[in-house]
């Protein structure tokens, strides 16, 4: 009994990775086109073609991934509730990782809000500003990633 819990637990730490690998990706990726977006003229055949990349990068692998990686994650931190007791929430590397996971879901909610303003022709971000913050959820994710193999302050 214990090794299929060992191994169910196993599973679902592997998929979860799996999707925070892709939720990921498309986190680092939309701000990307959006740069190369800011170059096209609106009502253009290049302005369609990054507005059709943007919303099936959204629609098709950024929302499903995280709605996995909540899902999954979520199952984890209950099986974590009922091996640990509720305390191990309370030390400093969950709530760094608990910080960085409400900082990808705000970018990411930042982006599908960004990703409307170019499907209606109203952005109004610079190439620059987009290379720029492009990096930004994988500085969340070094934060996040530290925090939870260190598990310092435990």
Request: aromatic share 8%; glycine share 6%; proline share 5%.
């Given at each position: 009994m214990i090794r299929d819990s060992v191994t169910f637990y196993n599973v679902l730490l592997g998929l979860h990775i799996i999707a925070v690998i892709a939720w990921m990706s498309g986190l680092l990726y939309l701000p990307r086109l959006f740069a190369y977006h800011t170059r096209a003229e609106a009502g253009s055949q290049m302005d369609e073609t990054f507005k059709?990349?943007?919303?099936?990068?959204?629609?098709?692998?950024?929302?499903?991934?995280m709605i996995l990686v909540f899902i999954l994650g979520g199952t984890l931190v209950w099986v974590d509730l009922q091996r640990l007791g509720p305390h191990f929430w309370l030390s400093p590397w969950a709530l760094t990782k608990l910080a960085g996971i409400l900082v990808l879901s705000g970018w990411h909610?930042?982006?599908?809000?960004?990703?409307?303003?170019?499907?209606?022709?109203?952005n109004t971000r610079s190439e620059h500003f987009w290379r720029m913050t492009n990096e930004?959820?994988?500085?969340?994710?070094?934060?996040?990633?530290?925090s939870v193999t260190t598990k310092f302050g435990s």
């Open positions: 059709t990349m943007e919303v099936k990068l959204l629609r098709i692998i950024i929302n499903p991934s909610g930042f982006l599908a809000g960004a990703r409307r303003a170019f499907a209606e022709n109203r930004l959820p994988f500085l969340a994710a070094i934060v996040i990633v530290l």
